[in-house]
């Protein structure tokens, strides 16, 4: 019977079938203990190119979008020399920079970003885009139910 123990020690009978088709790292009882935070589960990899002028509210896109939740956000930079380095290194929070001394294109900035990742789920964004209130807690729960889903994409 069973499964892992979450983390909160409740006994995991009756809460999670002993052969679920859910990884064990995604389980848990539901109570604060055992919910991961969302800078636990997502990273979500920003490109930018002399993209200063977009940053400051990309960033606070996210903040509402995560209600204000610590997330990952990781800046790869193409190379740009308009001060987003020096701007992203001024942020608080789990915001990191990785940057290239040459435009090598967005797909390789991307391709960075994720082998950088160390979270199970990445989220890949432009600075110009919006996100809905909740958006990347219902991406991660989303993905969370599908195991063998190798992406998700909004409209």
Not at 94 to 114: M, Q, V, W
Request: glycine share 12%.
């Amino acid at each position: 019977m069973g499964g892992p123990s979450p983390r909160c020690g409740t006994p995991p009978w009756g809460r999670r079938p002993a052969r679920s088709s859910m990884p064990s790292w995604s389980w848990n009882c539901g109570c604060a203990a055992c919910v991961p935070m969302l800078a636990d589960q997502l990273t979500i990899v920003v490109v930018t190119y002399n993209s200063m002028g977009a940053l400051p509210s990309f960033f606070q896109r996210v903040k509402d979008a995560t209600a204000g939740e610590p997330c990952r956000i990781l800046v790869c930079d193409n190379g740009s020399d308009d001060g987003v380095e020096d701007f992203v290194g001024r942020q608080s929070g789990e915001i990191s920079f990785l940057g290239s001394r040459e435009n090598a294109g967005y797909g390789a900035a991307l391709n960075r970003g994720i082998i950088a990742a160390s979270t199970p789920f990445v989220a890949l964004m432009n600075p110009d885009v919006a996100i809905q209130p909740g958006g990347y807690s219902e991406l991660v729960r989303f993905m969370k139910e599908r195991p063998r889903a190798a992406g998700a994409s909004g409209i």
